[in-house]
């Protein structure tokens, strides 16, 4: 059975801090690129950052560029997104996929991707 679970959300006040965690059961997530996604409400689902198999190469949505920061530690089979000086605009329900790519340097999708079932974030004073 292979599953994606991500945790770490919850409510914290503007300028405040979230790590965001992406755990993987039934596969090794060293073979596959990680992306973290977020839909807020009324909103389509956007990419926000990426980390290839490698962990050589990421990608950060401009709206979050300096601000995020995804990593992975393969000994945990766990992918991270520390969240900083964080907006309410960053409110959204966050979501993590695992899916290859046509090498490991690379954070462009190829398929055989797999979803988390998502963790909020609320961004409140």
């Known amino acids: 059975q292979l599953q994606l679970v991500e945790s770490g959300g919850g409510l914290v006040q503007p300028g405040g801090s979230l790590r965001l965690s992406c755990s993987a059961s039934?596969?090794?997530?060293?073979?596959?690129?990680i992306g973290w996604f977020r839909q807020a409400p009324g909103k389509e689902r956007e990419g926000v950052s990426c980390?290839?198999?490698?962990?050589?190469?990421?990608n950060y949505a401009d709206s979050v560029k300096g601000r995020f920061t995804i990593s992975r530690d393969n000994a945990k089979n766990t992918v991270y997104l520390q969240m900083n000086s964080l907006k309410p605009e960053d409110t959204a329900v966050y979501y993590c996929?695992?899916?290859?790519?046509?090498?490991?340097?690379?954070?462009?999708?190829?398929?055989?991707?797999?979803w988390g079932k998502g963790t909020l974030v609320t961004v409140s004073s």
């Open positions: 980390i290839s198999s490698s962990g050589g190469s990421t």
């Open positions: 996929a695992a899916y290859r790519t046509s090498y490991s340097g690379s954070c462009a999708y190829f398929g055989m991707d797999y």
């Open positions: 039934g596969f090794t997530l060293d073979y596959y690129a």
